[in-house]
C-alpha cells in the first residue's frame, strides 16, 4: 500500500461522528470532528490495553474504536444513541 495514501477510518464506521490520531510520543497527528475537541483523551487511550491492535470502548452514547498499527494510534468516534424523529414519537 503506497504510504503517502490514507484511509480515513470515519468513512467506514457507521455514525462516526469524528477520529484522533497520534504517534507513540502521543504527538496529535490529525483530527476530524469530534476528535478536535477530545485531544485530552490521547494520554488515557494510549494507555488502553489492546488486542491485536484493536479494543473499543463505550462512554455513555459514543463508541469508541481504536486501532493502533507502526507506532501509529487512531481513535474513532461513532455515536450510538437513539437518534429522535417525528417517527420515532
Not at 495514501?5 to 470515519?10: A, Q
Not at 491485536?52 to 463505550?58: H, I, P
Amino acid at each position: 500500500m503506497d504510504p503517502s495514501k490514507t484511509l480515513d477510518l470515519t468513512s467506514l464506521i457507521p455514525n462516526a461522528i469524528g477520529h484522533i490520531a497520534f504517534d507513540e510520543s502521543n504527538n496529535v497527528i490529525d483530527t476530524s470532528g469530534v476528535g478536535k475537541d477530545r485531544r485530552a483523551d490521547v494520554e488515557n487511550l494510549s494507555q488502553v490495553e489492546l488486542q491485536d491492535g484493536f479494543a473499543l470502548l463505550e462512554e455513555k452514547d459514543v463508541k469508541i474504536y481504536i486501532y493502533k498499527q507502526m507506532g501509529k494510534t487512531i481513535a474513532v468516534y461513532a455515536y450510538e444513541g437513539t437518534a429522535t424523529t417525528d417517527e420515532n414519537k
